[in-house]
Nanobody, 123 residues
């Protein structure tokens, strides 16, 4: 299995920035696509961003495109989500996800999930 632990969430004012980290352990060499999802109170979980194993391909939800950047450091077994120009509607619990098989970067299915980290953006 792959274990995922998120960190870096917190409180921030609108227009500010945060960087989330996701540390992977276990069968880390098998980790292929990594992604970020979020879930706000009373709403369904939604896709945020994804990155391929090599980091050469990325894919973003329209709501965050141009503001968020996903990256990974395979030597550190870590994926990041840099969040800039934050808005109150970005408030949610953010989850890291991983899959070990090769598929389209737009594939919404993931095998492993972290515990989540809270991001709160005040207006």
């Amino acid at each position: 299995q792959v274990q995922l632990v998120e960190s870096g969430g917190g409180l921030v004012q609108a227009g500010g920035s945060l960087r989330l980290s996701c540390a992977a352990s276990g069968r880390t060499f098998s980790s292929n696509t990594m992604g970020w999802f979020r879930q706000a109170p009373g709403k369904e979980r939604e896709f945020v961003a994804a990155i391929s194993w090599s980091g050469s391909s990325t894919y973003y939800a329209d709501s965050v495109k141009g503001r968020f950047t996903i990256s990974r450091d395979n030597a550190k077994n870590t994926v990041y989500l840099q969040m800039n120009s934050l808005k109150p509607e970005d408030t949610a619990v953010y989850y890291c996800a991983a899959r070990t098989y090769s598929s389209s970067i737009r594939d919404p299915k993931y095998e492993y999930w972290g515990q989540g980290t809270q991001v709160t953006v005040s207006s």
